[in-house]
């Protein structure tokens, strides 16, 4: 994670799905794009899995909405589908039979007997405590099949795992060391200035200790992006207080 560095902050009201665009585009202002990237389940609709792979020519380690329920039943990879006869077949040799198609969310739906799952030694690891039959969806449209091959590849499988420790490390510690458990003050421009200030300390501690470890041309590189750095947040911090400057005239 020493060599993790953040390269955009956001703190709309919204999703950052929504803001994927803009994402990547302010990423691209630091490093070049990465040739692929995992991140959670919310961004593995139709139109960022489209933008991603498509218009960006990025590679997805994304599961899938809905289909990531690790710890709590089984999920699709313990099902075999059978692609002869459309079905599934669970841990338990039950048969999931196709019911339905979703054309919104390009997606098909299977599903169990009643009388066979109620009755099953594996309901409590499978179907859960409510639901009286389990029921799977399988992608159909080019972008989902495309993420969840590369998902379960050696290369996707390595760089979803290492999310969990680079990504959520990085939050872990703004909020354990960093204060940004809470925000300081109220409005989205104050707490932007309070999301970038801890940015910036996470970047910084990062670059000085890869700094100590560099020699040579390394060592030129880092000091460089310190530099860098420190002239964004000048003028990062710049823009910052003029939005704030407006936002409290708008109380005088």
């Known amino acids: 994670m020493g060599g993790r560095c953040l390269t955009h902050v956001g703190t709309q009201g919204v999703h950052e799905t929504s803001n994927l665009p803009e994402l990547l585009?302010?990423?691209q202002e630091s490093l070049p794009l990465p040739p692929a990237?995992?991140?959670d389940s919310k961004y593995g609709s139709d139109e960022s899995l489209t933008f991603l792979q498509d218009e960006k020519g990025i590679k997805t380690a994304i599961p899938l909405p809905g289909d990531f329920k690790k710890g709590k039943r089984f999920s699709r990879g313990a099902f075999t589908y059978d692609e002869d006869n459309d079905c599934y077949t669970g841990p338990a040799g039950k048969t999931l039979e196709r019911k339905s198609r979703d054309t919104k969310k390009k997606i098909v739906i299977y599903r169990g007997k009643q009388e066979e799952c109620l009755s099953c030694a594996l309901r409590n690891k499978c179907t859960g405590k409510?639901?009286?039959a389990r029921h799977l969806a399988r992608p159909y449209a080019d972008v989902r099949m495309k993420a969840e091959e590369f998902r379960k590849s050696e290369k996707g499988r390595k760089i979803f795992?290492?999310?969990k420790t680079v990504i959520e490390g990085l939050f872990g510690e703004a909020k354990r060391c960093h204060g940004l458990r809470r925000a300081k003050q109220r409005g989205v421009e104050?707490?932007?200035?309070?999301?970038?200030?801890t940015a910036t300390a996470l970047n910084i501690k990062r670059l000085l200790k890869g700094l100590e470890n560099a020699t040579g041309g390394a060592k030129s590189r880092l000091a460089s992006g310190l530099s860098n750095l420190a002239g964004y947040l000048l003028g990062t911090l710049?823009?910052?207080?003029?939005?704030?400057?407006l936002v409290e005239g708008r109380f005088h």
């Open 25 to 27: 585009e302010r990423h």
């Open 37 to 39: 990237i995992a991140a």
């Open 130 to 132: 409510t639901a009286s």
């Open 161 to 163: 795992a290492a999310r």
């Open 190 to 197: 104050k707490v932007e200035i309070q999301a970038l200030m």
């Open 238 to 245: 710049s823009r910052s207080n003029r939005r704030l400057a």
